[in-house]
């Protein structure tokens, strides 16, 4: 056995890239892109500072204002993810790309009035900032940690909030966000669901407590690498199971979880 290297290769990179590049061609073809949001006057600027600067500077305002420019960097995101799969190296390439992807959340979730988990879009390119290899080795370490605490803080927030001291919380919080399903008569596979878990607030209980396991056993990768198949196995069960039952589409966070099975693949390779 030889010592563990701790450097990603340039296939398993790619992998990630060619996922987040799925993922945004999704997201474009939905509709949600810059040049979709033409015209849209009405923004809900989030808590950090962050979307204060974007907005206050003007720049998510002045993409919709124009529906070239929307076009323009959203065929842009698509050529520079292209780019960046066939030279992963090249960090100029995905500094521009972070950039872009960083507007779009802002954009995305300053229209949609809440924050999703979109946030993964331009996450995911931390590591390929850098050029040496030392500094994207600590970047892939860093944001890995980062991803699990992301899912841990939410379980420790549903815990704060004692979300648990109700059997019925979950079924009301389902009643009152597909209000809208109900009224337009939706009968589909998904509504289908949530009526039954609003029949039955047991089982949707039982649903909140496994989803809080799930985030909270995010807690198992801080202390080792081992498991970090199955806790990404598990985040894309949870993300399915969101999706079935609260319509939260992963669509854009998808490719920040597979950097568990990355770190995987690598320690398999070491050996």
Not at 235 to 259: E, S, T
Request: with cysteine; charged share 10%.
């Amino acid at each position: 056995m030889r010592p563990l290297n701790n450097s990603i290769t340039l296939t398993a990179q790619r992998r990630i890239l060619l996922i987040l590049f799925l993922e945004c061609c999704i997201i474009l073809y939905s509709g949600v892109g810059f040049a979709s949001l033409y015209g849209n006057p009405f923004f809900s600027i989030g808590v950090d500072p962050f979307s204060w600067l974007l907005f206050g500077a003007g720049i998510p305002q002045t993409i919709i204002a124009h529906h070239w420019l929307g076009s323009l960097l959203s065929l842009s995101i698509i050529l520079l993810l292209i780019l960046l799969i066939i030279f992963p190296r090249q960090y100029i390439i995905a500094i521009i790309l972070f950039i872009l992807l960083f507007c779009l959340y802002i954009t995305l979730t300053g229209y949609l009035t809440h924050r999703n988990f979109q946030s993964g879009m331009f996450l995911v390119l931390v590591p390929f900032l850098f050029d040496k290899n030392n500094s994207r080795k600590f970047a892939w370490e860093a944001i890995r940690y980062f991803l699990l605490f992301f899912y841990i803080s939410s379980g420790l927030l549903k815990l704060w909030n004692h979300s648990f001291d109700d059997i019925t919380h979950f079924s009301q919080h389902l009643t009152s966000q597909f209000a809208p399903y109900y009224v337009e008569g939706n009968l589909g596979f998904r509504t289908s669901i949530n009526l039954y878990l609003i029949q039955h607030p047991a089982v949707a209980y039982g649903l909140m407590i496994g989803a809080t396991v799930i985030e909270l056993s995010m807690l198992v990768g801080f202390f080792t690498r081992r498991w970090d198949k199955w806790l990404a196995i598990a985040l894309l069960v949870f993300h399915l199971a969101n999706w079935c039952v609260m319509d939260i589409a992963p669509i854009g966070h998808l490719a920040f979880i597979c950097i568990l099975f990355l770190q995987y693949e690598n320690r398999r390779w070491a050996y």
